[in-house]
């Protein structure tokens, strides 16, 4: 059973930055793709990046582009995601997600999920 912890959330100010990271455990695959989610209160679950198993190919949310990105450290089972430029729309819980094989955006795609943590932007 694949397990994700994530860690790294925390409050910061508009125009601060954070750097989430989503530790990896139990995998019998090395082809997976590992993505992140974000939910703000009230509000739908959304697709916020993912990567696949090489790092090779990576994807953006648009609202997050030029702001975040998203790395992986194979020797250490661990994705990342450098938040930038942060605002206070990006207050959400976020979650670490994990699947065999390709990237997809779409929730429902993804078998593994972390347990989610908290990233608040103030004014």
């Known amino acids: 059973q694949v397990q994700l912890v994530e860690s790294g959330g925390g409050s910061v100010q508009t125009g601060g930055s954070l750097r989430l990271s989503c530790a990896a455990s139990?995998?019998?695959?090395?082809?997976?793709?590992t993505g992140w989610f974000r939910q703000a209160p009230g509000k739908e679950r959304e697709f916020v990046a993912a990567?696949?198993?090489?790092?090779?190919?990576?994807y953006y949310n648009d609202s997050v582009k030029g702001r975040f990105t998203i790395s992986k450290d194979n020797a250490k089972n661990t994705v990342y995601l450098q938040m930038n430029s942060l605002k206070p729309e990006d207050t959400a819980v976020y979650y670490c997600?994990?699947?065999?094989?390709?990237?997809?955006?779409?929730?429902?795609?993804?078998?593994?999920w972390g347990q989610g943590t908290q990233v608040t932007v103030s004014f």
């Open positions: 997600a994990s699947r065999e094989g390709r990237l997809y955006t779409t929730e429902f795609r993804y078998d593994y």
């Open positions: 139990g995998r019998t695959s090395d082809r997976y793709t």
């Open positions: 990567i696949t198993w090489s790092g090779g190919n990576t």
